[in-house]
């Protein structure tokens, strides 16, 4: 006899859950007895696990390098804004959490897609008259990794593809390649702040494109769309009939020269998926609680897409139920100059940053307008001992102890991403002893000749 745990109709968050016993029937078969079948041990892993590829483990895992025991390590690679204790989280968020723990309310199952008192808390935080939003248009999720894997098995099926931004975000393929669903690269340009190019986007789009994902802000590159340029993001998706998986997780970390526009408070048709979370703006990645909101003005979703969305969603049972049940008070109490500091010290941090590096021969940054990173180009030519990105970091790590991940990574080669969440001496330094690397190996025109004759 089997049994399974029901959650029957009852009132709040916290309905009851039944014990229901459900007999089994048909005929069982002995051990040993299976017609035809001769036991043997034969454990392989699964195809799904062999597919799965994450290009930033490919290529970090390989370099082998040790960095330079004189000099301390600084690590300008990992986009965790808690690793280097300078950006706490506010004193509310904590205490909101502190609070639930206390209370010994929210320590059973949730529903899996979260409380409907927490949706609610999303819904009414991103609501707007361009964009509305109520708790069914709410998924709650275990970190906003977990919301784009999910908008990314209800939209595509294997053999499908999916538009990708190029440099982008690593998990994007990693996700899509475990499923089955090719992956086609469209460009960002640095000559124009990273802006998409439309025209090599929809020169990609054939009749097996599921969705495009979008980034803004973006990681890698810190650049932030501007309206005009998600209304024509929106209009390629329309005339394409393309929904679109907006990874919003860094929205509103923007400076002030410029705004964060949500591309759903833009679109007058396109559904769009919209991914968010905790993490970046709150400051707290480890909590592993996201969201995805459900933009369907038109209906072109319809059930089809909600009910599927909570099929998938019934893989795992939700989220940490301690921060959601901290979640209503983190969105309505977190006052607003913790944002505006926060904001405030990565924009001086992506001002030094950018100076400095500017300044450097063979170097050329592009300037970031929000999130946590820039980009920075390796004039190649100029340092013509080294093959690629990936040996040019290296050699920085080997000789400055500085970790900067190569683009590589994020399939946009001679580059390489900056982290900028770190204290400012640590920039200063860092930046410093870039700029000592370049000048060792930087070769003008006639000596990058000179070595490439030799070679």
């Given at each position: 006899m089997?049994?399974?745990?029901?959650?029957?109709?009852?009132?709040?968050?916290?309905?009851?859950?039944r014990?229901?016993?459900?007999?089994?029937?048909g005929?069982?078969?002995?051990?040993?007895?299976?017609k035809?079948?001769?036991?043997r041990?034969?454990?392989?892993?699964?195809?799904?696990?062999?597919?799965?590829?994450?290009?930033?483990?490919?290529?970090?895992d390989?370099?082998?390098?040790?960095?330079?025991?004189?000099?301390?390590?600084?690590?300008l690679?990992?986009?965790?804004?808690?690793?280097?204790?300078?950006?706490?989280?506010?004193?509310?968020?904590?205490?909101?959490?502190k609070?639930?723990l206390?209370?010994?309310?929210?320590?059973?199952?949730?529903?899996?897609v979260?409380y409907?008192?927490c949706?609610?808390?999303?819904?009414?935080?991103?609501?707007?008259?361009?964009?509305?939003?109520?708790?069914?248009?709410?998924?709650l999720?275990?970190?906003?990794?977990?919301?784009?894997?999910?908008?990314?098995?209800v939209?595509?099926?294997?053999?499908?593809?999916i538009?990708?931004?190029r440099?982008?975000?690593?998990l994007y393929?990693?996700l899509?390649?475990?499923?089955g669903?090719?992956?086609?690269?469209?460009?960002?340009l640095?000559?124009?702040?990273?802006?998409?190019?439309?025209e090599?986007?929809?020169?990609?789009v054939?009749?097996?494109?599921?969705?495009?994902i979008?980034?803004?802000?973006?990681?890698p590159?810190?650049?932030?769309f501007?309206?005009?340029?998600l209304?024509?993001?929106?209009?390629?998706?329309?005339?394409?009939?393309?929904p679109?998986?907006?990874?919003?997780?860094y929205?509103?970390?923007?400076?002030a020269?410029?705004?964060?526009?949500?591309?759903?408070?833009?679109?007058?048709?396109?559904?769009i998926?919209?991914c968010?979370?905790?993490?970046?703006?709150?400051?707290?990645?480890?909590?592993?609680?996201?969201?995805i909101?459900?933009?369907?003005?038109?209906?072109?979703?319809?059930?089809?897409i909600?009910?599927?969305?909570?099929?998938?969603?019934?893989?795992?049972?939700?989220?940490?139920?301690?921060?959601?049940?901290?979640?209503?008070?983190?969105?309505?109490r977190?006052?607003?100059?913790?944002?505006?500091?926060?904001?405030?010290?990565l924009?001086?941090?992506?001002?030094?940053?950018?100076?400095?590096?500017?300044a450097?021969?063979?170097?050329?940054?592009?300037?970031?307008?929000?999130?946590?990173?820039?980009m920075?180009?390796?004039e190649?030519?100029?340092?013509?001992?080294?093959?690629?990105?990936?040996?040019?970091?290296?050699?920085?790590?080997?000789?400055?102890?500085?970790?900067?991940?190569?683009?590589?990574?994020?399939?946009?080669?001679?580059?390489?991403?900056?982290?900028?969440?770190m204290p400012e001496?640590?920039?200063?330094?860092?930046c410093?002893r870039?700029?000592?690397?370049?000048?060792?190996?930087?070769?003008?025109?006639?000596?990058?000749?000179?070595l490439e004759?030799?070679?």
């Amino acid at each position: 006899m089997d049994s399974y745990l029901i959650q029957v109709n009852g009132r709040g968050d916290h309905a009851p859950m039944r014990d229901v016993h459900l007999k089994s029937t048909g005929n069982t078969i002995s051990p040993g007895k299976a017609k035809g079948r001769k036991p043997r041990w034969a454990v392989r892993a699964s195809e799904m696990s062999k597919k799965t590829f994450n290009p930033v483990r490919a290529i970090v895992d390989t370099m082998k390098v040790e960095p330079n025991p004189k000099k301390s390590m600084i690590s300008l690679s990992l986009g965790d804004p808690t690793v280097f204790g300078n950006l706490p989280t506010n004193d509310e968020v904590t205490r909101a959490v502190k609070e639930v723990l206390d209370s010994g309310r929210w320590n059973g199952y949730a529903p899996s897609v979260g409380y409907q008192s927490c949706r609610e808390a999303v819904a009414a935080y991103y609501n707007c008259p361009e964009a509305p939003l109520k708790a069914q248009d709410v998924i709650l999720t275990s970190g906003c990794s977990q919301a784009i894997e999910l908008a990314l098995a209800v939209l595509a099926n294997p053999g499908q593809n999916i538009l990708v931004p190029r440099p982008g975000f690593s998990l994007y393929k990693t996700l899509a390649l475990s499923m089955g669903i090719e992956v086609k690269l469209y460009n960002l340009l640095p000559e124009k702040a990273w802006e998409i190019d439309l025209e090599h986007l929809e020169s990609l789009v054939d009749e097996k494109t599921a969705c495009l994902i979008m980034n803004n802000p973006s990681n890698p590159c810190g650049s932030v769309f501007s309206k005009s340029h998600l209304q024509e993001i929106l209009a390629v998706a329309s005339r394409q009939c393309v929904p679109i998986l907006a990874d919003e997780i860094y929205g509103d970390m923007v400076f002030a020269d410029c705004k964060f526009e949500p591309i759903a408070t833009l679109s007058t048709n396109v559904p769009i998926l919209s991914c968010g979370g905790l993490a970046k703006r709150w400051l707290v990645p480890g909590w592993r609680m996201g969201w995805i909101l459900i933009h369907d003005r038109r209906d072109i979703f319809g059930n089809e897409i909600r009910d599927g969305l909570v099929r998938l969603s019934q893989r795992i049972l939700g989220p940490c139920t301690l921060v959601q049940g901290a979640l209503e008070r983190i969105l309505r109490r977190t006052p607003p100059e913790f944002y505006h500091n926060t904001l405030s010290i990565l924009k001086s941090n992506a001002d030094l940053c950018y100076a400095a590096l500017s300044a450097i021969p063979g170097l050329q940054p592009v300037r970031p307008s929000g999130a946590m990173y820039l980009m920075v180009e390796i004039e190649m030519e100029h340092f013509p001992e080294f093959e690629n990105d990936v040996e040019f970091t290296e050699r920085l790590i080997s000789e400055q102890s500085v970790f900067c991940l190569p683009a590589s990574c994020f399939e946009y080669p001679n580059f390489f991403r900056v982290v900028i969440t770190m204290p400012e001496e640590m920039i200063l330094e860092a930046c410093s002893r870039i700029q000592e690397f370049c000048e060792m190996h930087y070769q003008g025109a006639e000596g990058a000749q000179d070595l490439e004759c030799d070679k």
